[in-house]
């Protein structure tokens, strides 16, 4: 019975494996969601494999009260669905920093990250459309309760 079920996780994996990617090299653009007050990131994806990329995003804040920024690297296997629709998760983590102006409270902070989502590439030009969920974990002076999330659209070039 043991054999049967390892057969099967293996073969549904091959599945998964076999089909053909259609992730660009190169994709810039931008992310937007909450980023925990940091607002929209400037994203970009650089394609490391037929269904591997690597994921930096910059968000930045910098108005009256609070200033910072933060940087995300996340690590992403892509699975295609149907023709451009396909579906990634990944790992990763990053670095950010922050300063309220009105009572000189500032810090630096490191967190570990999830992702997973849905896309879309177009055949006629090349844009990129995607729907995230990111949950963060934060170690060293993050701010809350050391967890957050965020659900994003993206839209992005793809060169």
């Known amino acids: 019975m043991k054999r049967i079920i390892l057969s099967a996780i293996m073969l549904i994996g091959l599945a998964f494996t076999t089909q053909a990617q259609d992730i660009s090299k190169n994709a810039l653009g931008l992310r937007l969601g909450d980023n ?3 607002g929209g990131e ?3 994806q650089r394609g490391l494999s ?3 990329r690597l994921e930096l995003d910059l968000g930045w804040r ?3 009260n609070v200033d910072g920024f933060k940087l995300a690297g996340i690590y992403q296997w892509v699975w295609n669905i149907d023709g451009g629709f396909n579906w990634y998760a990944g790992v990763g983590g990053g670095i950010g920093s922050w300063s309220y102006n009105n009572n000189n409270d500032n810090g630096t902070f490191v967190f570990a990250a999830g992702d997973i989502g849905i896309e879309y590439g177009f055949k006629e030009v090349p844009i990129l ?3 995230d969920f990111r949950p963060e974990i934060g170690a060293v002076n993050y701010y809350g ?6 659900i994003a659209l993206g839209i992005r070039y793809q060169f």
């Open 145 to 150: 309760d050391n967890y957050s999330s965020d």
């Open 50 to 52: 037929d269904n591997n």
């Open 129 to 131: 459309l995607s729907l």
């Open 42 to 44: 400037v994203s970009y």
């Open 36 to 38: 925990n007050g940091f």
């Open 62 to 64: 910098n108005n009256d």
